[in-house]
T-cell receptor
Framework: ETGVTQTPRHLVMGMTNKKSLKCEQH?????MYWYKQSAKKPLELMFV???????ENNSVPSRFSPECPNSSHLFLHLHTLQPEDSALYLC?????????????FGPGTRLLVL | KQEVTQIPAALSVPEGENLVLNCSFT??????LQWFRQDPGKGLTSLLL?????REQTSGRLNASLDKSSGRSTLYIAASQPGDSATYLC??????????FGTGTRLTVIP
């Protein structure tokens, strides 16, 4: 256990559905991240939050909407997704801003868009 | 744009062997480099982080080296064990706080 939890672990949704992914870290960290891992592609960084403020949005489509209500929780709201959005979505946290600190990853949410 | 390559894509070795995983990157202007392992159905575990000013980091049976000028890093695993079987990813951070991952090397250690 890394101290980072993600729910749900698996999610199947239609293209017209709205769903949310949740990430929670119990490590007292200040930075949190969303990553997307597609089959046979490198891991892609999607969003970065530092002290609840979004510091990066790597050209992610607006159908993905992050929310960080506090330093311990991070959400990824999903709506009108496409089949190509099917992937493993990983959440991570680190003590300090961005990547100078070791990142701790959650187990991921396996998303399938039909 | 930074490109990170890991070769080989898959590797099988008998238990007890020492092995080396390779990572190369196209832009040497990096801030740091990390090695991760990913187990099936689980998230990533950070193994080692090397700052750009460092040449290597060690943790137990793992040793990671960094040669910025040639754009290379290696992860050395000594006395491999079946529990080392996983996918190993390297990632580099550039000066603009962008993080780039390789596609990984899938390691199988055969008992």
């Amino acid at each position: 256990e890394t101290g980072v939890t993600q729910t749900p672990r698996h999610l199947v949704m239609g293209m017209t559905n709205k769903k949310s992914l949740k990430c929670e870290q119990h490590l007292g960290h200040n930075a949190m991240y969303w990553y997307k891992q597609s089959a046979k592609k490198p891991l892609e960084l999607m969003f970065v939050y530092n002290f609840k403020e979004q510091t990066e949005n790597n050209s992610v489509p607006s159908r993905f909407s992050p929310e960080c209500p506090n330093s311990s929780h991070l959400f990824l709201h999903l709506h009108t997704l496409q089949p190509e959005d099917s992937a493993l979505y990983l959440c991570a946290s680190s003590q300090g801003k961005v990547y100078q600190e070791t990142q701790y990853f959650g187990p991921g949410t396996r998303l399938l868009v039909l | 744009k930074q490109e990170v390559t890991q070769i080989p894509a898959a590797l099988s070795v008998p238990e007890g062997e020492n092995l080396v995983l390779n990572c190369s990157f196209t832009d040497s202007a990096i801030y740091n480099l990390q090695w991760f392992r990913q187990d099936p159905g689980k998230g990533l575990t950070s193994l080692l982080l090397i700052q750009s000013s460092q040449r290597e980091q060690t943790s137990g049976r793992l040793n990671a080296s960094l040669d910025k000028s040639s754009g290379r890093s290696t992860l050395y695993i000594a006395a491999s064990q079946p529990g080392d079987s996983a996918t190993y990813l390297c990632a580099v951070e550039d000066g603009a706080n962008n993080l780039f991952f390789g596609t990984g090397t899938r390691l199988t250690v055969i008992p």
